[in-house]
C-alpha cells in the first residue's frame, strides 16, 4: 500500500511569518506520527523561506528513526549563509531519502521536474554524492515523459516522483483523465526501468483517491500544502488520519 509522507513546509511558514518558535515544527512532527503516517518529508530552499537547516537538524532528531524522512531540494544549490547546499545537509541529518528537484529562489513551489535526457550526465555526481551519504535518490519529473529512466538507473537513481500539478488541476477542472494516463505511461515506463513510484503535488483528498486507484504502484506520497490547509479547520492529527484513509480506501475498491 502507498505510504504517506508528510511535508511540513507551511508549518515553518506560519512560524516565519511571526518570529519566534510557533507553530512548533517538532511537536508537528511527533503528531504526524503519532497519527500514523509513514514519513516526514521537509523541502529545505537557501532562502530559506520556508524550512531553515536548524528545522533539518531538529526533526531529524524528533524523527529517531521511527518513520522515513525525505529531504527535497535542489542538488545543483550552493552554500549560501547557514544553508550548508543540499548535499552536504543531506551528508549531515543522512535521511532515508533526498527527492531531487530543479527549483529556483523566483518559483513560489516546484513547477516541473528534471528532463532526464537533458540533465543525466549533470546529475550523475550529485546523485553519487548522495548514495554515499546512504540515501535512497528520488527525482523529481513531469508526467508523460516516458525517456531517460534506463539512465537515471543506471546513475544510481531509485525512484522518480511524478508531478502531480497537472493532474490535480484538471481534476480539479472535472477531467483528469487525460492526466491520469498520463501518469500512468510514466509510472509504467519507470518502473520496466527498475525504478519506484513517488508522486506529490497539490494532491488532497478529493483527488488522491481516483490517482492511486489508477496508479496502485505508487510507493509514497508526500502531501503538505493541502494536508496542512485541511489541518487548520480539522486538527493536524485527524487530518492525518482523514489522508491515511483515503489510501487505505483506494486499495481496498
Known sequence: MTRLSVNLNKIAVLRNSRGGDRPDIVQATHTVIAAGAQGITLHPRPDMRHVRPADVRAVAAAIGGRVEYNLEGNPFAPARGEYPGFLALVDEVRPDQATLVPDSDSQI???????????????????????????????????GGTSGFDQARAIGIDRIEIYTGPYAQAHADGDALKALEQCAVTAQAALAAGLEINAGHDLNQLNLGPFLHALPTVAEVSIGHALIDDALYAGLDATVRAYLDVIGKAFSR
Not at 513547477?111 to 532526464?116: A, Q, R, S, T, Y
Not at 535526457?117 to 550529485?126: C, H, Q, S
Open 109 to 143: 513551489t516546484s513547477d516541473h521536474g528534471f528532463d532526464l535526457d537533458r540533465d543525466i550526465e549533470r546529475l550523475a555526481g550529485p546523485v553519487a554524492a548522495l548514495k554515499r551519504s546512504g540515501a535512497r535518490v528520488s527525482v523529481f519529473v513531469d508526467a
